[in-house]
């Protein structure tokens, strides 16, 4: 089973980028899917992107043409770039990783944009 932790997250100002950083500790890293949800204050928690071992990514429609998800198996760690980033976008990030049943996710790193 692996574990999680993100980093990267910030405050940025509307129009600006960030990557996160999704850095994963145990085996089998490559064989996870591995996507990106986020949680604004007061909402549930939504799908951004995701990709698996073998596949194209996907993402959310209020994502799409600003945000690109990626993974490098070699290192066991997933990324975000988050281009074009508006205030609409301010959440906490969470990483996780799926596998059949098994669901794990990483503690979150928040992410504001503001003026």
């Known amino acids: 089973q692996v574990q999680l932790v993100e980093s990267g997250g910030g405050l940025v100002q509307p129009g600006g980028s960030l990557r996160l950083s999704c850095a994963a500790s145990?085996?089998?890293?490559?064989?996870?899917?591995m996507s990106w949800y986020r949680q604004a204050p007061g909402k549930q928690r939504e799908l951004v992107a995701g990709i698996a071992k073998a596949g194209s990514p996907t993402y959310a429609d209020s994502v799409k043409g600003r945000f690109t998800i990626s993974r490098d198996n070699a290192e066991s760690t997933a990324y975000l770039q988050m281009n074009s980033l508006k205030p609409e976008d301010t959440a906490v990030y969470y990483c996780?990783?799926?596998?059949?049943?098994?669901?794990?996710w990483g503690q979150g790193t928040q992410v504001t944009v503001s003026s």
């Open positions: 996780n990783a799926k596998l059949f049943r098994e669901s794990i």
């Open positions: 145990g085996s089998g890293f490559g064989f996870y899917t």
